[in-house]
């Protein structure tokens, strides 16, 4: 991989630095003017007398500017955009002296991104030696801050809901249609034609409005919002939405928040719903990751499913995305379909290999009350599969995507080493987020809150929180009523991050969990992990990533005295296929066992 | 009818047995004992089982009115309070002026399932002017409602009607309502006994049933004037001679005078009324007397304490009364006097013949149990009124909190049962299995299904329950009788000489063509054949002796099904007999499992065995290791099954939205897993412990 630069330019360095260094994420630029960091270059001067900052973008590749059409390489930010602000105002202050330092300040992407080169250049090299594979491969594209986590030092994820988010759910509800699987807080447009295109807009439009508005008066409430580390585009069906549309979501959140000069930006499209034209605005925008639903290689299977598209489709999707050099992408499958055989399942992941993504999410298709599918079928019933045929579909999706190179880094999700979805990580790892729009779900503050699922609840909704703010007494009081969620209690603290962290193949961070809820609850979760790891469905590892073999796990639990052996297991992780296989069973029976009431 | 609203009925219905001394039973009913023999003791003191009307205990009771489930022959007229002021002021006023105890005919209608008793009865309340066309279907509705909002039912315990026969004398007329499960028998020979006379309803195309016969015996024993009455007259199948003859020939009625009638179309209504004021003989004036009334019915009211539904036999009663419960022995001022009809309307006096009910502030109906007999605290009948009985369970099983802290709720709301429920029985036990809890004792499965339905909707209790038995009888080696309602406590082979069971005498009354079936059933359970005789060409009559434990099961179910539903039956108890029983035990992934052990029969050991085998391997989940299930006998392995390991229990999607309600499901499943039991290792769901109830059905 290049090394990579970003040049800023100022008259002072003494104030970029220090903004810089203080905050130590925080760069004076945001994420969306350059769509592929790795091949940038730019450059911000701050002109004093007409107190504005220019950019200069000096990347060939992607003569685009996203602020002005006709892509010329420099452009103006208004200077009311909270981070130009921070930096400008420190340039300021001192008068003339800024004139004395004009040497142009170099940063490098070390310096942005730090550690981040190297990390994958290590991280390669251990899961070449080969040295638990799985374990090694949940350590995120953090990976740095993880190891310190493992040497048992610092973490700054450990307070999990607390502190303010740093990433960002935002739910755009259009479909097309309703896929029969689908029980989402969907809201479904049909096909764009004219008769029907203004009432789409109009009804895009305003919704995208309201969420602006949910955005600012969630945002302006906080003292102070860190700028966003990811942003997923969820729904629905986000490529449905216009650019224009996007954008003004992007921008609203930049100027609220802001992005961190690394943010993860992803995307869900659906094959049949974008061009290269859009997709190129969406990457423009600052998209950087897209998640591209294609959910079967198999004509049959997705009519069968209600899907919009069909394979057609799917193939000139990719043929956009990989045109357009997007190199973070995902691709969606689902597994257990009706009349779905083992051989149509392996052919589909055989193909989805060939066109070798950078991640790989399989969704054991799960009937929900309400669906088409709901209606129709019976788990377990023909003509889907039964629990056992299910179970090899899981096995043999774990064994071919993890011989083709991928990482099996989630219960239903796979990567490239280095390419693991850094916003999913962020639930996994109960640490806080926000969500906005229909139906989405936010946690900060120690609060889950889901928002509304209808366009008119959550329309009601958002004008309680903008009145809120504003001193409206009774509108507070239903604010409140919305609100009333009242902060996580330990137990379900305890149980969302038993829940979560067994999701991942690094497993339980006991050193976090002593941390957070005592030592006794340490001993108390190993105990009750006992049979699972002498049935092998578990494995207790060591900080040097060393499994502890279960005689010596039951041993150092039998002993009165937390013994050594016991303080030297860091995390405890399910195993790959079976632990993840029957995860609910474990995880289930953990909650059972727990010592809170 | 929902099955709340079914509970709610028949549970308020429960009769309420208890002799002089039964309070003090109750008390040591209530407090630990040794073990289960307490209520062994009065099942002993039973020389045989009241009669009983056909029915199943699991059967919704709906030849009665109280608990009538269609809605064609709805209870129309059962008492509605929101309209109590109005009947009072249009028409109420005749009926409550006093009328000599020459005028008043008190009476009940008997008749089997679905011949059409409640609709009579609302044609009866119709002519008279009891109530008015218009309020008939209104006031079923808003039963209906009340039922199901205020967890009471409103039922016609009786109505009083006021009715000018063609010699131009106004006539009272009671209507006293009999309860119809055979869980409830009792209560159905404590009405009749508060009556005169009886209208014997038959269905003209069916003719007459098993339970026609048990409630005319009944009827005759308490010496009532019997009105044949041939229903359902319009019907295309009726054939009201051929059924007539049958009445005369089975039942040894002189049905010359019987009516026809068509308590649909209101054919001979006007028969019946004169019939009734002609036949039924008035009720003796002794109203000079000290006060006796019987007591036929009581139901808990959380504002008014309990109501009394009573006939006054002599003396008469007044408000504000000073009256004692010559049983309970206790003493209560009368609050609230009236009468029904069908509403209640207070009156402030009755007299002796007259059907009434009262209201005293009396906290439970264990205190005023049906059969006991009021009398006046201040001028004392010498002797209680004849016919009053202990409430003996027939059914026993182990309810258990199935968390171990909920015991205390548990205590608490059988005691609350008990308020309303004087048959329920109760003692503390403890199994290694299942921790503490209680062994209770019922007047059949009905009964106790509505026990458990409750405790478990309206207290919120999460219960195990053990399967329903019997009251063994075992001779030990060391000369004793040990009395055991609980497998687990039988003792061990090698103590006991023999093993007695309860048997009862069942008489079947089935069209021919399904005798054989019904001989092939009883057979399959173990029955010995009795008797059989022809009561008509095409009708048979099949009596059987039978172990009630085989009778607790399905048996009904099966008779029903197997005749198509033409067959009736009646039981009775008949007494101990020795059988060759042995105790099956359950093991699982090689652990015994205490609380699924069976008393069966040694020949069906095997049969059930295995039949218990795979119902196990049924409802026992996968678990992550493969489950061994087998049955035994002593040591020996009669039947075994395995339960292969589990293979995928996973949740594919866990994203920020799913988080909050994935946990809901995760901790769903670990509230369930806290519902099962260990057994060893193996995690156990409560579904398997009523798989023994059921398994008779598996061996068939």
């Given at each position: 991989?290049?090394?990579?630069?970003?040049?800023?330019?100022?008259?002072?360095?003494?104030?970029?630095?220090?903004?810089?260094?203080?905050?130590?994420?925080?760069?004076?630029?945001?994420?969306?003017?350059?769509?592929?960091?790795?091949?940038?270059?730019?450059?911000?001067?701050?002109?004093?007398?007409?107190?504005?900052?220019?950019?200069?973008?000096?990347?060939?590749?992607?003569?685009?500017?996203?602020?002005?059409?006709?892509?010329?390489?420099?452009?103006?930010?208004?200077?009311?955009?909270?981070?130009?602000?921070?930096?400008?105002?420190?340039?300021?202050?001192?008068?003339?002296?800024?004139?004395?330092?004009?040497?142009?300040?170099?940063?490098?992407?070390?310096?942005?991104?730090?550690?981040?080169?190297?990390?994958?250049?290590?991280?390669?090299?251990?899961?070449?030696?080969?040295?638990?594979?799985?374990?090694?491969?949940?350590?995120?594209?953090?990976?740095?801050?993880?190891?310190?986590?493992?040497?048992?030092?610092?973490?700054?994820?450990?307070?999990?809901?607390?502190?303010?988010?740093?990433?960002?759910?935002?739910?755009?509800?259009?479909?097309?249609?309703?896929?029969?699987?689908?029980?989402?807080?969907?809201?479904?447009?049909?096909?764009?034609?004219?008769?029907?295109?203004?009432?789409?807009?109009?009804?895009?439009?305003?919704?995208?409005?309201?969420?602006?508005?949910?955005?600012?008066?969630?945002?302006?409430?906080?003292?102070?919002?860190?700028?966003?580390?990811?942003?997923?585009?969820?729904?629905?069906?986000?490529?449905?939405?216009?650019?224009?549309?996007?954008?003004?979501?992007?921008?609203?959140?930049?100027?609220?928040?802001?992005?961190?000069?690394?943010?993860?930006?992803?995307?869900?499209?659906?094959?049949?719903?974008?061009?290269?034209?859009?997709?190129?605005?969406?990457?423009?925008?600052?998209?950087?990751?897209?998640?591209?639903?294609?959910?079967?290689?198999?004509?049959?299977?997705?009519?069968?499913?209600?899907?919009?598209?069909?394979?057609?489709?799917?193939?000139?999707?990719?043929?956009?995305?990989?045109?357009?050099?997007?190199?973070?992408?995902?691709?969606?499958?689902?597994?257990?379909?009706?009349?779905?055989?083992?051989?149509?399942?392996?052919?589909?992941?055989?193909?989805?290999?060939?066109?070798?993504?950078?991640?790989?999410?399989?969704?054991?298709?799960?009937?929900?009350?309400?669906?088409?599918?709901?209606?129709?079928?019976?788990?377990?019933?023909?003509?889907?599969?039964?629990?056992?045929?299910?179970?090899?579909?899981?096995?043999?999706?774990?064994?071919?995507?993890?011989?083709?190179?991928?990482?099996?880094?989630?219960?239903?999700?796979?990567?490239?080493?280095?390419?693991?979805?850094?916003?999913?990580?962020?639930?996994?790892?109960?640490?806080?987020?926000?969500?906005?729009?229909?139906?989405?779900?936010?946690?900060?503050?120690?609060?889950?809150?889901?928002?509304?699922?209808?366009?008119?609840?959550?329309?009601?909704?958002?004008?309680?929180?903008?009145?809120?703010?504003?001193?409206?007494?009774?509108?507070?009081?239903?604010?409140?009523?919305?609100?009333?969620?009242?902060?996580?209690?330990?137990?379900?603290?305890?149980?969302?991050?038993?829940?979560?962290?067994?999701?991942?193949?690094?497993?339980?961070?006991?050193?976090?969990?002593?941390?957070?809820?005592?030592?006794?609850?340490?001993?108390?979760?190993?105990?009750?992990?006992?049979?699972?790891?002498?049935?092998?469905?578990?494995?207790?590892?060591?900080?040097?990533?060393?499994?502890?073999?279960?005689?010596?796990?039951?041993?150092?639990?039998?002993?009165?005295?937390?013994?050594?052996?016991?303080?030297?297991?860091?995390?405890?992780?399910?195993?790959?296929?079976?632990?993840?296989?029957?995860?609910?069973?474990?995880?289930?029976?953990?909650?059972?066992?727990?010592?809170?009431? | 009818?929902?099955?709340?609203?079914?509970?709610?009925?028949?549970?308020?219905?429960?009769?309420?047995?208890?002799?002089?001394?039964?309070?003090?039973?109750?008390?040591?009913?209530?407090?630990?004992?040794?073990?289960?023999?307490?209520?062994?003791?009065?099942y002993m003191h039973q020389n045989h089982f009241p009669v009983a009307m056909p029915g199943h205990p699991?059967?919704?009771?709906?030849?009665?009115?109280?608990?009538?489930?269609?809605?064609?022959?709805?209870?129309?007229?059962?008492?509605?309070?929101?309209?109590?002021?109005?009947?009072?002021?249009?028409?109420?006023?005749?009926?409550?002026?006093?009328?000599?105890?020459?005028?008043?005919?008190?009476?009940?209608?008997?008749?089997?399932?679905?011949?059409?008793?409640?609709?009579?009865?609302?044609?009866?309340?119709?002519?008279?002017?009891?109530?008015?066309?218009?309020?008939?279907?209104?006031?079923?509705?808003?039963?209906?409602?009340?039922?199901?909002?205020?967890?009471?039912?409103?039922?016609?315990?009786?109505?009083?009607?006021?009715?000018?026969?063609?010699?131009?004398?106004?006539?009272?007329?009671?209507?006293?309502?009999?309860?119809?499960?055979v869980d409830?028998s009792y209560?159905v020979s404590?009405?009749?006994?508060?009556?005169?006379?009886?209208?014997?309803?038959?269905?003209?195309?069916?003719?007459?049933e098993a339970q026609t016969l048990a409630n005319v015996y009944l009827?005759l024993e308490?010496?009532?004037?019997?009105?044949?009455?041939?229903?359902?007259?319009?019907?295309?199948?009726?054939?009201?001679?051929?059924?007539?003859?049958?009445?005369?020939?089975i039942?040894?009625?002189?049905?010359?005078?019987?009516?026809?009638?068509?308590?649909?179309?209101?054919?001979?209504?006007?028969?019946?009324?004169?019939?009734?004021?002609?036949?039924?003989?008035?009720?003796?004036?002794?109203?000079?007397?000290?006060?006796?009334?019987?007591?036929?019915?009581?139901?808990?009211?959380?504002?008014?304490?309990?109501?009394?539904?009573?006939?006054?036999?002599?003396?008469?009663?007044?408000?504000?009364?000073?009256?004692?419960?010559?049983?309970?022995?206790?003493?209560?001022?009368?609050?609230?006097?009236?009468?029904?009809?069908?509403?209640?309307?207070?009156?402030?006096?009755?007299?002796?013949?007259?059907?009434?009910?009262?209201?005293?502030?009396?906290?439970?109906?264990?205190?005023?149990?049906?059969?006991?007999?009021?009398?006046?605290?201040?001028?004392?009948?010498?002797?209680?009124?004849?016919?009053?009985?202990?409430?003996v369970?027939m059914v026993?099983?182990?309810?258990?909190?199935?968390?171990?802290?909920?015991?205390?709720?548990?205590?608490?709301?059988?005691?609350?049962?008990?308020?309303?429920?004087?048959?329920?029985?109760?003692?503390?036990?403890?199994?290694?299995?299942?921790?503490?809890?209680?062994?209770?004792?019922?007047l059949g499965l009905?009964?106790?299904?509505?026990?458990?339905?409750?405790?478990?909707?309206?207290?919120?209790?999460?219960?195990?329950?053990?399967?329903?038995?019997v009251v063994?009888?075992?001779?030990?080696?060391?000369?004793?009788?040990?009395?055991?309602?609980?497998?687990?406590?039988?003792?061990?082979?090698?103590?006991?000489?023999?093993?007695e069971e309860p048997f009862v005498n069942i008489e079947m009354i089935t069209?021919?063509?399904?005798i054989?079936?019904l001989m092939?059933l009883a057979q399959e359970r173990r029955g010995e054949f009795k008797e059989m005789k022809?009561i008509?060409?095409?009708?048979a009559s099949v009596i059987y002796i039978l172990p009630l434990a085989e009778m607790v099961g399905?048996f009904f179910?099966q008779l029903?099904?197997?005749?198509?539903?033409?067959a009736s039956m009646e039981y009775s108890l008949s007494g101990y007999r020795k059988s060759?029983?042995?105790?099956?035990?359950?093991?699982?992934?090689?652990?015994?499992?205490?609380?699924?052990?069976?008393?069966?029969?040694?020949?069906?050991?095997?049969?059930?065995?295995?039949?218990?085998?795979?119902?196990?391997?049924?409802?026992?989940?996968?678990?992550?290791?493969?489950?061994?299930?087998?049955?035994?006998?002593?040591?020996?392995?009669?039947?075994?099954?395995?339960?292969?390991?589990?293979?995928?229990?996973?949740?594919?999607?866990?994203?920020?939205?799913?988080?909050?309600?994935?946990?809901?499901?995760?901790?769903?499943?670990?509230?369930?897993?806290?519902?099962?039991?260990?057994?060893?290792?193996?995690?156990?769901?409560?579904?398997?412990?009523?798989?023994?109830?059921?398994?008779?059905?598996?061996?068939?």
């Amino acid at each position: 991989m290049k090394r990579c630069v970003v040049e800023l330019t100022s008259y002072s360095t003494y104030h970029v630095s220090r903004t810089y260094c203080k905050q130590n994420r925080c760069v004076p630029l945001s994420q969306k003017m350059y769509p592929d960091m790795r091949t940038c270059f730019i450059e911000i001067s701050y002109q004093v007398r007409t107190n504005t900052v220019s950019l200069k973008y000096a990347d060939k590749r992607h003569p685009c500017w996203p602020f002005q059409t006709g892509c010329p390489t420099s452009g103006f930010l208004n200077l009311q955009k909270r981070r130009i602000v921070a930096f400008s105002c420190s340039c300021q202050r001192p008068g003339g002296e800024a004139e004395k330092h004009k040497q142009p300040l170099r940063l490098r992407t070390d310096d942005v991104f730090p550690g981040n080169n190297e990390l994958h250049a290590q991280r390669l090299e251990r899961s070449n030696a080969n040295v638990h594979n799985s374990f090694v491969s949940a350590i995120g594209p953090n990976g740095g801050r993880d190891e310190q986590t493992v040497a048992g030092l610092h973490n700054d994820d450990v307070h999990a809901g607390n502190g303010l988010p740093t990433s960002a759910y935002v739910h755009l509800p259009f479909c097309k249609r309703r896929c029969f699987y689908c029980d989402f807080a969907i809201v479904a447009i049909g096909q764009r034609n004219d008769a029907n295109s203004t009432n789409i807009d109009s009804t895009m439009g305003s919704y995208v409005t309201t969420l602006c508005k949910e955005i600012t008066s969630t945002l302006s409430q906080l003292p102070q919002a860190s700028p966003l580390k990811t942003l997923f585009f969820g729904g629905g069906t986000p490529s449905l939405l216009p650019p224009q549309y996007l954008s003004r979501i992007v921008d609203t959140l930049d100027q609220h928040c802001g992005f961190q000069c690394d943010a993860e930006i992803s995307m869900e499209m659906d094959p049949g719903t974008f061009d290269k034209q859009t997709l190129k605005q969406f990457l423009g925008l600052g998209v950087n990751r897209v998640s591209l639903g294609v959910q079967s290689f198999n004509e049959d299977f997705l009519k069968a499913c209600g899907r919009s598209h069909g394979l057609q489709d799917v193939y000139e999707a990719l043929d956009i995305i990989t045109g357009l050099n997007v190199s973070n992408w995902s691709l969606d499958l689902i597994s257990s379909l009706p009349h779905q055989t083992l051989e149509h399942w392996e052919e589909c992941l055989r193909e989805a290999i060939g066109l070798s993504p950078a991640h790989v999410s399989v969704y054991d298709l799960q009937i929900e009350e309400g669906t088409k599918f709901g209606v129709w079928y019976k788990p377990g019933h023909h003509p889907l599969p039964d629990e056992d045929k299910s179970a090899s579909f899981y096995r043999l999706a774990s064994s071919l995507l993890r011989e083709a190179g991928y990482e099996h880094y989630e219960i239903s999700n796979y990567a490239k080493p280095g390419f693991q979805c850094r916003h999913n990580m962020v639930y996994w790892k109960n640490q806080p987020y926000y969500g906005f729009g229909l139906g989405a779900t936010s946690y900060f503050n120690g609060k889950r809150f889901s928002r509304p699922r209808k366009l008119k609840g959550y329309a009601d909704f958002v004008e309680l929180c903008i009145n809120q703010s504003s001193d409206n007494f009774s509108a507070n009081e239903e604010y409140l009523s919305f609100y009333s969620n009242t902060v996580e209690s330990v137990e379900d603290r305890v149980c969302d991050t038993i829940m979560l962290s067994l999701r991942l193949a690094s497993g339980l961070n006991l050193n976090e969990l002593s941390k957070n809820f005592g030592h006794e609850l340490r001993v108390h979760i190993c105990k009750s992990f006992l049979p699972f790891i002498n049935s092998g469905h578990a494995v207790a590892v060591d900080s040097k990533f060393k499994t502890v073999p279960p005689d010596t796990f039951s041993t150092a639990l039998s002993e009165q005295s937390a013994s050594k052996v016991l303080k030297d297991v860091i995390f405890i992780r399910l195993t790959d296929p079976d632990g993840f296989l029957l995860s609910n069973e474990i995880i289930s029976s953990l909650f059972t066992d727990l010592p809170i009431k | 009818m929902d099955i709340l609203a079914r509970i709610q009925a028949a549970s308020i219905t429960a009769p309420c047995l208890a002799p002089q001394h039964h309070h003090k039973h109750l008390q040591q009913l209530c407090f630990p004992m040794s073990t289960g023999h307490h209520f062994s003791c009065f099942y002993m003191h039973q020389n045989h089982f009241p009669v009983a009307m056909p029915g199943h205990p699991c059967r919704i009771p709906s030849g009665s009115i109280r608990c009538q489930s269609g809605a064609v022959e709805a209870p129309e007229m059962q008492d509605v309070k929101f309209s109590k002021s109005m009947l009072s002021f249009d028409m109420g006023k005749d009926r409550l002026s006093k009328v000599p105890a020459s005028q008043i005919r008190n009476f009940s209608i008997i008749a089997h399932i679905d011949h059409g008793k409640s609709t009579l009865a609302d044609k009866l309340l119709q002519v008279t002017g009891t109530v008015s066309d218009r309020e008939m279907k209104e006031q079923f509705l808003d039963n209906m409602d009340l039922e199901r909002e205020r967890g009471i039912t409103i039922k016609l315990q009786a109505a009083r009607m006021r009715y000018v026969a063609k010699d131009g004398e106004p006539y009272c007329l009671n209507l006293i309502d009999t309860p119809g499960h055979v869980d409830f028998s009792y209560e159905v020979s404590r009405s009749l006994a508060a009556c005169e006379g009886a209208l014997l309803v038959v269905d003209a195309s069916q003719g007459v049933e098993a339970q026609t016969l048990a409630n005319v015996y009944l009827a005759l024993e308490n010496n009532l004037e019997i009105i044949p009455v041939l229903n359902k007259i319009d019907l295309p199948g009726a054939d009201p001679e051929r059924v007539r003859n049958e009445i005369e020939e089975i039942v040894g009625l002189d049905c010359s005078e019987a009516i026809f009638c068509s308590a649909k179309e209101g054919i001979g209504i006007q028969e019946i009324l004169e019939s009734i004021v002609a036949k039924v003989p008035p009720p003796k004036d002794t109203s000079m007397n000290p006060l006796r009334a019987l007591i036929f019915d009581s139901y808990y009211d959380p504002y008014r304490g309990v109501i009394v539904y009573f006939r006054v036999v002599d003396g008469s009663i007044k408000i504000h009364d000073k009256i004692q419960f010559m049983a309970s022995g206790k003493e209560y001022e009368v609050d609230e006097l009236g009468v029904l009809s069908p509403g209640q309307m207070q009156v402030n006096e009755l007299f002796a013949g007259e059907v009434g009910y009262l209201a005293a502030s009396i906290r439970s109906v264990a205190d005023a149990r049906v059969g006991d007999t009021i009398t006046s605290s201040a001028n004392k009948a010498g002797m209680a009124l004849s016919g009053y009985q202990e409430a003996v369970p027939m059914v026993f099983c182990g309810l258990f909190p199935v968390d171990a802290d909920q015991f205390g709720e548990l205590r608490e709301a059988l005691e609350k049962l008990q308020l309303n429920d004087a048959a329920l029985k109760y003692e503390p036990e403890s199994s290694s299995a299942m921790g503490f809890g209680f062994r209770c004792g019922f007047l059949g499965l009905l009964h106790m299904e509505i026990v458990q339905e409750r405790l478990e909707r309206e207290y919120g209790l999460n219960l195990i329950t053990t399967a329903p038995s019997v009251v063994y009888r075992v001779q030990c080696a060391d000369n004793t009788v040990v009395e055991c309602s609980n497998p687990c406590e039988l003792p061990e082979p090698g103590k006991r000489v023999w093993i007695e069971e309860p048997f009862v005498n069942i008489e079947m009354i089935t069209p021919k063509e399904y005798i054989g079936t019904l001989m092939e059933l009883a057979q399959e359970r173990r029955g010995e054949f009795k008797e059989m005789k022809y009561i008509t060409e095409s009708r048979a009559s099949v009596i059987y002796i039978l172990p009630l434990a085989e009778m607790v099961g399905d048996f009904f179910d099966q008779l029903k099904s197997r005749s198509k539903g033409y067959a009736s039956m009646e039981y009775s108890l008949s007494g101990y007999r020795k059988s060759d029983l042995v105790r099956l035990d359950i093991l699982i992934n090689g652990e015994p499992m205490d609380p699924l052990a069976a008393i069966v029969h040694k020949d069906k050991a095997f049969a059930v065995g295995r039949a218990l085998t795979q119902k196990l391997k049924e409802l026992i989940p996968r678990q992550m290791f493969k489950i061994p299930i087998q049955v035994t006998i002593g040591t020996r392995v009669i039947a075994s099954e395995s339960i292969s390991a589990m293979r995928k229990d996973v949740l594919a999607k866990c994203y920020g939205g799913d988080i909050s309600r994935k946990k809901k499901l995760l901790k769903k499943q670990a509230e369930g897993k806290k519902r099962m039991k260990s057994v060893g290792r193996v995690e156990v769901p409560q579904d398997a412990f009523m798989a023994v109830l059921r398994l008779e059905k598996e061996v068939v």
